[in-house]
């Protein structure tokens, strides 16, 4: 993997709650192994990890062992493990009370001599979101989170999705964390942003001019973006349920593609700027028709969900969403946007469509050529890459044309390994980079999107439908007609 570009780390403590969880062992752990793998973790760092049960450092570091073992891509060397585990102790916490803060912070103190020389802290939230307050609550009243008075260097706090369940919320989440530490100290983890095909559409858009030039409503008719899953609810029915494809899928990571295909271009790549032009973008944009939900939404759940473990048996949770939506910027004003997402659908795949406008040509005309749209698609996986569908003369004595796609594909164009989206932002976090973590007003203006259709289908149970779909299949038999 390239190095990172020269970063002055700070010495760092960095404290993971949840340590034990699904998400630290599956995620964070091997993200983490990797960045000390490839020297991108600060000289002086250590972690520690909170969670309820009882462990000893052996157990501690055995399970440690265990998930990257189980997570991480090839063989981890025995003497890698070993110097990584040693980065690492363990407190046994009811995160809930306030004691637990107390013994975390004379952990801190004994072991970082904090305040000697900058230093900073980092807490990582891998929790479940009904954590989230009462623990940067008892951060702030541990005085955890201000800055050293010696030096100025703010405590980062690391939250997960989902920020909130609706406007309202959401709404509360953002107060409350807002009451205790600075916009600068919140890092929102969306790992759809850090992945590396996301990362390359604003250069893909802002640095190709044969690109920029034709990235406007006359030459472009929709844009589509689908994030489809083979996969069903697996072991999180218990959260999916409450929650549905709306809200776990669109509301993050489906609007963060949207932003970053529609935005303006920023003055620069700078976390401010980016947040700038992307809360400007996310501003002008709706749904389709506020007052006609079925005509900017469809919802579906696929057979046999309602029989999964976890899973209510009456429940109306959408496992398949489409949303029609549209923006008041001059530049899309007459272009509609679709979002479709699922899950147990015939294929794992998230890509971004824009049909240009079909052929108007006077030799399209007078010689009868098919006028389908040129269609570029940005593969975010898998095969990340980006492919333009054209349309060439058939080779031959008659005038006719064919559609022939022009190609990149990330693999065979370039050798280097890819971060995973977790040691990108993990690594971003570390250094202090918020371009890629959304802005209070970003997650804001998420909810206020989707939140007339969260109304609507969770207040009826009849209507708007819930449209059923077999497994493996391409979702409802009406998302045909809905995108057309
Ligand atoms: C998560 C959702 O944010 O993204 C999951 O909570 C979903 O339900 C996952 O499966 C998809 O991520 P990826 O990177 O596999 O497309």
Partial sequence: MEKAPQTEYLPTTFTIFGITGDLSRRKLLPSIFHLFRHGLLPEHIEFIGLAI?????????????????????????????????????????DITKRDAYDVLQKRMHDSDKKCDAPHQSIFYLAVAPHFFIPIIEHLDASHLTGPCPEYDVKAKIVIEKPFGRDVESAAALNETVLKYADEDQIYRMDHYLGKETVQNMLLFRFTNPVINDSWNPKAIERIEIIASENIGVEQRASYYDTAGALRDMVQSHGLALLSLVTMDEPNSLQSKDIHEKKQEMFETISIFDENNIESSALRGQYEGYTQSDGVAPDSTTETFAQLRLKSSHPQWKDVPMYITTGKMLASKETRVQIHFTPCQSNICKTQ???????????????????????????????????????????????????????????????????????????????????QPILDTWTSSHDHPPIYTYPKGSHGPAESKQFLS
């Fill in 53 to 93: 049960e009882e462990k000893t450092t052996e157990e501690f570091h055995a399970l440690i062992a265990d998930s990257l073992r189980t997570f991480v891509d090839g063989t981890v060397e025995e003497n890698e493990l070993t110097q990584f585990v040693s980065l690492f102790s363990y407190l046994q916490s």
């Fill in 368 to 450: 009868g050529i098919r006028t389908e749209p040129n269609i570029l698609e940005l593969r975010v996986q898998p095969q990340e890459g980006i492919s333009l569908k054209l349309f060439a003369k058939k080779p031959g004595f008659y005038v006719e044309t064919q559609e022939v796609e022009m190609t990149f594909d990330y693999n065979a164009s370039f050798s280097d390994e890819q971060p995973s989206p977790y040691e990108r932002l993990i690594h971003d976090v570390i250094i202090g980079d918020q371009s890629l973590f959304p802005s209070t007003e970003e997650v804001m203006d998420q909810w206020r999107i989707i």
